[in-house]
């Protein structure tokens, strides 16, 4: 992989003015920036939100939102409403987990930035997973989204995201079995819908120590933990209310603990959470009516991964399996489901593909189409119907103002997957706009 381009000067945090004060982390980082799409002054610092460490990777923006082409990127750039939730535009940023939140798993001052920056031009940005609980744990240094702390962390992201004009929904998720027992207070077995391992050729825990380790076998989730495990979600959404975050996206995709109980190859139980297609909606259904509880239905999202062998998974049953799950969804008026079509991570043919088509025939709400689709994919799927919005994940990691690019058809700076997980700024939120490349 290329190595990512050098970042542009930034201006000395000692330069900022009595008129614009910005409340550092300890210990500041001096390396980040917020966008506008406006040149950036003392003033522009000044309504910041507070906390943000703002530097000046906007000033260097050459075109507001409102002026971008669209003769390029004509369905893209259209308005949507997806339930509560109204978008400027189609463009939707996925979840990408990054490992920046620190030891501590708070959302800092660096995240805060970095969904900022990806923000100007998008309509809705979705945040990377966020852990329900401790037991939901599985990926050093990701965030979580179950404390007051936490809930405080997130809000530095949430107001920026809302000062550059997009929605934040915050991904609700549970590792289930895609975890490692070093992540578990107790020291028990990270919880799944049965004990089936990931088979270590499938991939690594990324460990608190910093290592990577095979995925622990997992424990059957126990009948009398569910009540448990239903508020933490409760109590998950509570805090991403609290934090601002415009809606929820319940995550039920890539191998994680509500997609082992969809799955038949995950689920081997033989109580009322297993077995028949029904049984293994049973969870996510309960969930969804747990964050029901606080958020409306209209602002929560469901992401789901019917093509997926990401985390070891993929059934032959997959089709009856989501045709069921989508005829469900249909009835709790949800805000949308996000649906991995693409095979971008790879397909596990077990089955037939399950395709964005038939998606649309099935679920009768709004739909995010996601996975490893280029430009002109969306636009003719935005142009057919088939979607109600794209989501994009990779191509933003390295081109926060990938809407800009597109619609002006600049080359998208290259993927360095090298520090896609790394833990420090390097390969973050170090990348120029395309006009100063």
């Known amino acids: 992989a290329s190595s990512p381009l050098a970042a542009p000067s930034r201006i000395p945090l000692h330069a900022f003015t009595a008129r614009s004060p910005v409340a550092l982390a300890a210990p500041p980082i001096q390396t980040v920036c917020v966008s506008i799409d406006h040149p950036c002054d003392a003033a522009d610092v000044a309504m910041a939100p507070s906390g943000l460490i703002v530097g000046d990777w906007a000033g260097k923006m050459k075109m507001p939102l409102a002026s971008l082409p669209k003769e390029r990127t ?5 308005p949507v409403k997806l339930g509560d939730l109204a978008l400027r535009n189609r463009y939707a940023m996925s979840s990408l987990t990054r490992g920046r939140s620190g030891k501590e798993r708070v959302a800092n001052d660096l995240n805060a930035a970095y969904y900022a920056d990806r923000a100007v031009y998008s309509g809705l940005i979705l945040s990377e997973g966020t852990h329900t609980s401790n037991a939901a744990e599985g990926w050093d240094q990701s965030p979580g989204i179950y404390t007051e702390e936490h809930a405080e962390g997130w809000k530095k992201s949430v107001d920026a995201v809302h000062a550059k004009g997009a929605l934040m929904v915050a991904q609700l998720w549970h590792c289930g079995r895609a975890g490692h027992v070093m992540f578990q207070k107790d020291g028990r077995a990270p919880p799944s819908a049965s004990a089936i391992q990931i088979n270590p050729e499938a991939g690594q825990a990324h460990c608190p120590d910093g290592q990577k380790r095979p995925f622990s076998v997992p424990r059957e989730l126990s009948l009398d933990e569910i009540p448990d495990l239903l508020e933490e979600y409760r109590n998950a959404a509570r805090m991403a209310k609290k934090a601002g975050f415009d809606g929820v996206e319940v995550h039920a995709a890539n191998g994680y603990l509500l997609n082992c109980f969809l799955e038949s190859k995950t689920n081997t139980r033989t109580d009322q959470y297993g077995g028949s297609i029904e049984n293994r909606y049973r969870l996510l259904g309960e969930v969804l009516q747990a964050v029901f509880e606080v958020y409306p239905s209209t602002s929560v999202g469901v992401k789901l991964s019917p093509n997926g062998i990401f985390n070891d998974m993929g059934s032959p049953d997959n089709v009856e399996m989501y045709d069921y799950v989508l005829a469900e969804l249909s009835k709790l008026d949800l805000a949308y489901v996000q649906v991995m079509s693409g095979l971008a991570f790879g397909f596990h043919e077990k089955c037939e593909v399950y395709t964005i088509e038939r998606v649309r025939e099935k679920y009768s709400g709004n739909i995010i189409a996601n996975c490893g689709y280029t430009c002109k994919e969306a636009e003719e799927m935005l142009a057919s119907g088939t ?19 597109w619609a002006t058809g600049k080359e998208l700076t290259p993927a360095d997957a090298s520090t896609w997980f790394t833990h420090d700024p390097k390969g973050y939120n170090d990348f120029p706009p395309a006009d100063q490349e």
């Open 74 to 78: 004509p369905k893209l750039l259209e």
């Open 387 to 405: 979607c109600d919005a794209i989501s994009f994940g990779r191509p933003y990691i390295e081109n926060p103002d990938l809407p800009y690019r």
